[in-house]
């Protein structure tokens, strides 16, 4: 573990948070948003600045100097590694494009100080490790969708049962964990903890929550908050060391047809927000695919995975959002014919949306092929479904594109072509995912890296665990 020269992750987690609490207690009418994507900004810079020095030293684990001085009994330790280096940086970056790209007649409606301390969350859960802050700090960020939902009128109840329902069984599942591991209470607790991380992943059968959530928040703050990707996090650092093998293959089970389900809703769907909400599922699926196959470069994949892909995922939301803006609640019912009005949305749209999938000459394409040959060579239904729920993806995606951009001419009398902040913000991702894929080793042998940490971490807590259970069963024999 070594010692930043820089108090990096302070400056990610802080900032967001000194500024949404600022908002949150104050009216700052037009200055809102300039405060928002001032702090971001910062924040992203922090990111960025932490990740170059994890690289540049060469680091496994690393922590803020300001550790040294800080209560640690009463604070979760603020440190990552190398799985969770790049996601301070990229996940600042994702909140600053959606928050910069929001039209002036959509600012209102935003809730600038919530989503900026929601940021706070997701980045304070990207620099913890402890598995009780853990599951502590993603009760914490359920608060601020629920805020939001309360804010626009809606009901609450789903939205308690389904993510509070999982946090609860998170929860339960760890201190029967901790309390009881070797009996009969430690195997339900399992059993909990697999329960709960499904339904954090929203998954199926618990994908409900999730669709009301995108259909009832907004754009951006839903394509922000299925960016995080929370429930992977926590089946990386709960699920990967605490769950046993048969846990491990249930929930990539779960995945598998997960991800197939998401395509094949994405084909029929008509509504573009839901259509995009089981995309997400889909992705979220084809993550764990990879993080749950308990290989290097099953791992490996499924961490580069989450970086190129979903990248790509986010600038196809936020062209889908720049075109609601304009015209309201989208429809692939039928064509609408906007490419006239919006040639250059058209393209990015079409670009990220195959960059998602992993077309060739994007980031994607290699970490795709990699999944799929190593699903297929640890289990064949595995790697069918992966090729399966790619090919259904890209059918959908392509067919959101025909029907919002090809067809009839719309006729309108007002002005509703892209802005220059749209067009360069999803320019710049587009310039980050085709870029990548020239120089695709950087990224794998950075991914497969932390893949190798993620599973010698895991060997030596199952070797710990073992040795501790056999010292306890040593010492009961020669007591008895």
Known sequence: MIEFQFPWLLLSIGLPLLAGIFLTTSRMGFATKIIAVTSLMLGFFAGLGGWCEFSWRQADVAHDPVYGWLAARYFPVLQ???????????????????VGLTMRTKGKRVPYGELLLSQSAVQCLYCCTDPMWLVILSGVHLIFPWLELKQRGYRTRSFLVQAGGAWVLLGVGYLLLRLAP??????????????????????????????????????????????????????????????????????????????????????????????????????????????????????????????????????FGLTLRSVEARFGRLSVAKFQGYYEHLPRLAGLGLVTGLAWIGFPGTVSFVAIELLADSAFHQNRLAGFGVVTAAALSSIAVLRVYFRLFTGHRHRTNVSVRSTWVEDWGISLLIVVLVGGSLVPQTLLVSRLGAAEQLLSNQSNQSIESNGSNGSHKSDGTHGS
């Open 182 to 315: 070797e009996t009969m209470l430690g195997h339900l607790g399992q059993a909990f903890l697999l329960l709960g991380i499904v339904g954090r992943c929203g998954l199926l059968p618990f994908h409900c929550g999730t669709i009301d959530l995108f259909n009832k928040l907004g754009f951006g703050t839903a394509i922000l908050g299925g960016s995080a990707l929370l429930g992977p996090l926590l089946a990386v650092r709960l699920g990967l060391p605490l769950l046993p093998n048969w846990g491990i293959t249930a929930l990539a089970t779960v995945a598998v047809a997960s991800a197939i389900y998401g395509a094949a809703m994405a084909l029929v769907e008509a509504e573009v927000r839901r259509l995009y909400c089981y995309l997400f599922m889909s992705h979220t699926g084809l993550l764990l695919v990879g993080l749950e196959a308990m290989t290097l470069a099953g791992l490996g994949a499924g961490l580069a995975l989450w970086l190129g892909s979903t990248t790509a995922l986010v600038a």
């Open 80 to 98: 990552i590694d190398r799985f969770s280096s790049p996601l301070l940086m990229l996940q600042a970056g994702f909140a600053l494009l959606t």
